[in-house]
């Protein structure tokens, strides 16, 4: 197997970079942590839930190496220190350098305990202080089936960009998505990607831009009937808005059977917007 090199982020913490997927985990600009706290959670509504709520369900597209999971954990709890979280995780595969992490304060208790369960004892259920973490390992599309009835209070879509991961952001795949967020839940992601936004806008969600993190460009935030708590997020201007409805590159990638290989979807879509662009002249 080819090596997942470490690589340090601008706010100090590590990240590891893909080498099938030839990107890294987590946005160097950023930060790792940076991004966890800044683009997913933040943006999520989860903050002011914990306040409100008991309990707490969230979906991450994307495991990875449980960051997302670690900060949103260790953050919910400072608000509610009793509360119950039911994190469920899509992931392709744990990725064995995770052991090679050490995060810092207040972060590292928590996901030793991760690296441990996941490691050591090569378990994918299990309860941290609270947390009962599910990781559904293999491909995303097929394991999110079997999460049955369950509804999310927020779902991070934390895949690989659009470009290198098509499989995880088609319409079919969002689809699926929006029949297990809360009406009021917030699904979040670093992505402004057109044909991603396109589905969204599609599929009947309100699209929100969430504030830029060591880059000019926002990330998405989108919900169905959900209000926005605090200022994490902010509307579209006009020109975004008709971006996702005029541009020739607005179209949703493609995967009615839930089985195409991600660079299919790919090439189908850049074939449907070449036709596009050659109707327009
Ligand atoms: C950007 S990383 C996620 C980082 C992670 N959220 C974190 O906080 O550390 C994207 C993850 O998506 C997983 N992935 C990519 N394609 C997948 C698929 N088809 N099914 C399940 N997981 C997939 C990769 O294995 C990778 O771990």
Known sequence: MEKFKK???AD?????????FGESYHSI???AIGESLKKFLLPSNLLWKAKRQKEIYLLEVGFGLGYNLTVTAVKLKEVRPNLKIHYFGLE???VPPIGELELP???EGFHEKLRENLLKKEKTSFEIENVSVNLLLGDARKRIKELGNLKFDAIY?????????AELWTLEFLALLKEIIKEEGFWVSYSTALPVRRALWELGFKIFNTKPVG???PG?????KGTPAGDTVYPLSEKEVKKILTSPKAVPYRDPCLCLPREKILENYLNTIGNNSKRET
């Open 7 to 9: 690589v340090i982020t």
């Open 12 to 20: 100090g913490s590590f990240t590891f970079y893909h080498p099938l």
């Open 29 to 31: 600009s950023a930060g």
């Open 92 to 94: 392709y595969q744990i």
């Open 105 to 107: 304060s207040p972060y």
């Open 157 to 165: 879509h934390d895949a690989f960009s659009p470009k290198r991961n």
């Open 215 to 217: 880059r000019k460009s």
């Open 220 to 224: 998405t935030a989108a919900t169905l």
